[in-house]
């Protein structure tokens, strides 16, 4: 089974609004990753949040992290058309080991 | 520097037929990754490599999926007899490290007719 689940399923927005996508998890991490993929084809790294950490930021990106909850989010803040995507959480298993990504957000951002 | 390429980037083959596909890795990058994307789908692992380490496995879907990797070079997934149910884009990603950020290539979007 997939060891990340993104939710919603699909999303849409409003461009100049927020987004959030969430992911759960089940066993313990080292680190949970978020990746982007457009058009069906190769994804693109967004951010790397550590267990140790809580919060992260990088430009319009907010990731927060509740290794108690097994959660994280993925906020987009003043979204826009460009940002129309499928986004993923991908976590390491805890152990080193390969990522496991799970089956992501359909994001649709609207003029 | 040069990403992850991929190729060929479109394969059309006729059941029963087999298929070879080509990763090359960015230079250096220890660890290596196929998977496999259905239509509207999310990613599906299907094998990994990290260094001269056995390579798991576990995510092949049957014994006509096999790859192999030489060194921490090039990889190539063959897929026997193939079946109209393996059409899908199989991508290819490689990382410095097993557990590190994940550099994809453009995918090879395969369709068996």
């Known amino acids: 089974s997939q060891q990340g689940e993104e939710d919603p399923q699909a999303l849409s927005i409003q461009e100049g609004e927020n987004a959030t996508m969430n992911c759960s998890y089940k066993?313990?991490?080292?680190?949970l990753q978020w990746y982007r993929q457009n058009s069906g084809r190769g994804l693109v790294h967004l951010i790397l949040?550590?267990?140790?950490?809580r919060e992260k930021h990088s430009g319009r990106l907010r990731v927060t992290l509740d290794t108690s909850k097994k959660s994280s989010s993925l906020l987009i803040t003043a979204s826009r058309a460009a940002d129309t995507a499928s986004y993923f959480c991908?976590?390491?298993?805890?152990?080193?080991?390969?990522?496991?990504f799970g089956t992501g957000t359909q994001l649709k951002v609207e003029l | 520097g040069a990403g992850v390429s991929q190729s060929p980037s479109n394969k059309v083959t006729e059941k029963g037929k087999d298929v070879e596909l080509r990763c090359d890795p960015i230079?250096?990058?220890?660890?290596l990754y196929w998977y496999r994307q259905r239509l509207g789908q999310g990613l599906e692992f299907l094998i990994y490599?990290?260094?001269?380490?056995?390579?798991?496995k576990s995510g092949l879907p049957s014994d006509r999926f096999s790859a192999e990797r030489t060194g921490e070079s090039v990889s190539t997934l063959t897929i026997q007899r193939t079946q109209q149910e393996d059409s899908a884009v199989y991508l290819c990603?490689?990382?410095?490290?097993?557990?590190?950020?994940?550099?994809f290539g453009p995918g090879t979007r395969l369709t068996v007719l």
């Open positions: 949040i550590r267990s140790n950490e």
């Open positions: 990603a490689s990382s410095l490290v097993g557990w590190d950020e994940q550099f």
């Open positions: 066993t313990s991490i080292n680190n």
């Open positions: 230079s250096g990058h220890t660890a």
């Open positions: 490599f990290q260094g001269n380490s056995a390579p798991d």
């Open positions: 991908a976590t390491d298993g805890g152990g080193g080991n390969k990522l496991t």
